[in-house]
Each structure stands twice: as structure tokens, then as C-alpha cells.
């Protein structure tokens, strides 16, 4: 086990609805960092937040949106879901400058 | 596109073999690169890593090589069990810390009993 955990564990929204996931990063790490995964693929990173500020960002559109907490965790929001967005949505910590990224379990998100 | 691409998307092997798994990247500015083993519905678990400076680095069964000529890095899994049966992936960073990792799409290890 990581010490990485999110919330929920699976979710099924229909087209056009917002969705917020949550994640809690290992303690003593201050960056998370959330990937999509589509079924079959690798994760495609999405954006990473240090020290609650966007630190980086994919290929992925505004709709996509992201928060940390002064207590490391964070949520990632997506608007007006697409059916494209149905995937394994995971977050990962680290430590500030470091390069080991220790993912969560992912939340299975199923747009209809 | 991706930088980091798989040569096999899947491989099968007899338990208590060793099990090779490759990797090519095409970012020559990569320095550190990491092995990530995910089972059917969780997350990756981080297996072993290496950075640039090196092109070996051995753990509890398993060894990374790193050949930095021609851009390529492999798993090699010892006695390979069924428990080792999972999507293994490759990613790729920059020691430059808080960059994102770049994954390949995967090779599926299935251990035959």
C-alpha cells in the first residue's frame, strides 16, 4: 500500500454533469499529480499541483480543473462530461524534487 | 505523442522462468526511469527505478537495464510467478523534479502454470 487513497472508488454520471474526485496524498508529500487512463493505455498525465498551485499541465481542456489544500489533498474537477471521459482516473504523490510518483487506486468513472 | 513505446504488448511465460520486458524511449533528455507494475482494477505500483547515471539496478527479483545508446530499457523478472502476472509499464521523467512521467501503453504479462 502506497498511503495514497481516492474517492470514490467508482462513479457513473451522464453526459453534460460535473464530477469532483478526491485524493490524499502519502504523507510528508506536498505534490499530487492526476492521470487519466483509458482502458488499454497508459496514464496520460492531466496536471500536477505543488504547494496548492498548479505546477504543469497536459493536453487536456479547460473543463478540467483542479485543487490542493493546505493539507496536500486534492480534487480534480471535470465539467460537462463527455462520454470520452469515462476512464480510470488516478492520482499520484511525491515529495517536493523528487521523482517518485506512488499512485492512489484510481476512480473508474463511467459516463452514459 | 508518446515518447515512451513498448516493443510487445503482451508476453507469456512458464512459472518459474525469467520474464523480459522491454521499453524504448525517444526523449534523449530523460534522466530517470521507473517500472510500474498494475494489476486488473488498481493502480500502478512502483517496482523498481533508475536514473541515467547507471545501467543496471537490481531489487527482490527483478533487474532494470538501461542502455542509453540506443534508448532502451528492459525488466528482467527472476522465477517469475503468477503473482507477477500484470500490465508492466515503463515512464520516463526528468530530474528536474515535479515533471510529469510519460508512459508507454504497456506490456500484459501472463504466467503460464
Known amino acids: 500500500e502506497t498511503g495514497v487513497t481516492q474517492s470514490p472508488t467508482h462513479l457513473i454520471k451522464t453526459r453534460g454533469q460535473q464530477v469532483t474526485l478526491r485524493c490524499s496524498s502519502q504523507?510528508?508529500?506536498?505534490?499530487v499529480s492526476w492521470y487519466q487512463q483509458a482502458l488499454g493505455q497508459g496514464p496520460q498525465f492531466i496536471f500536477q499541483y505543488y504547494r496548492e498551485e498548479e505546477n504543469g499541465r497536459g493536453n487536456f481542456p479547460p473543463r478540467f480543473s483542479g485543487l490542493q489544500f493546505p493539507n496536500y489533498s486534492s480534487e480534480l474537477n471535470v465539467n460537462a462530461l463527455e462520454l470520452d471521459d469515462s476512464a480510470l482516473y488516478l492520482c499520484a504523490s511525491s515529495l517536493s524534487g523528487a521523482e517518485t510518483q506512488y499512485f492512489g487506486p484510481g476512480t473508474r468513472l463511467l459516463v452514459l | 505523442g508518446e515518447s515512451v513505446g513498448l516493443h510487445l504488448p503482451t508476453l507469456s511465460v512458464q512459472e518459474g522462468d525469467n520474464s523480459i520486458i522491454n521499453c524504448a524511449y525517444s526523449?534523449?533528455?530523460?534522466?530517470?526511469f521507473i517500472w510500474y507494475k498494475q494489476e486488473s482494477g488498481k493502480g500502478p505500483q512502483f517496482i523498481i527505478d533508475?536514473?541515467?547515471?547507471?545501467d543496471k539496478r537490481q531489487g527482490q527479483r527483478v533487474t532494470v537495464l538501461l542502455n542509453k545508446t540506443v534508448k532502451h530499457l528492459s525488466l528482467q523478472i527472476a522465477a517469475t510467478q503468477p503473482g507477477d502476472s500484470a500490465v508492466y509499464f515503463c515512464?520516463?521523467?526528468?530530474?528536474?523534479?515535479?515533471?510529469?512521467?510519460?508512459f508507454g501503453k504497456g506490456t500484459r504479462l501472463s504466467v503460464i502454470a
Open positions: 515512464a520516463e521523467n526528468l530530474l528536474s523534479g515535479n515533471t510529469p512521467l510519460v
Open positions: 526523449n534523449s533528455a530523460s534522466d530517470y
Open positions: 533508475i536514473r541515467s547515471n547507471m
Open positions: 504523507s510528508g508529500h506536498n505534490t
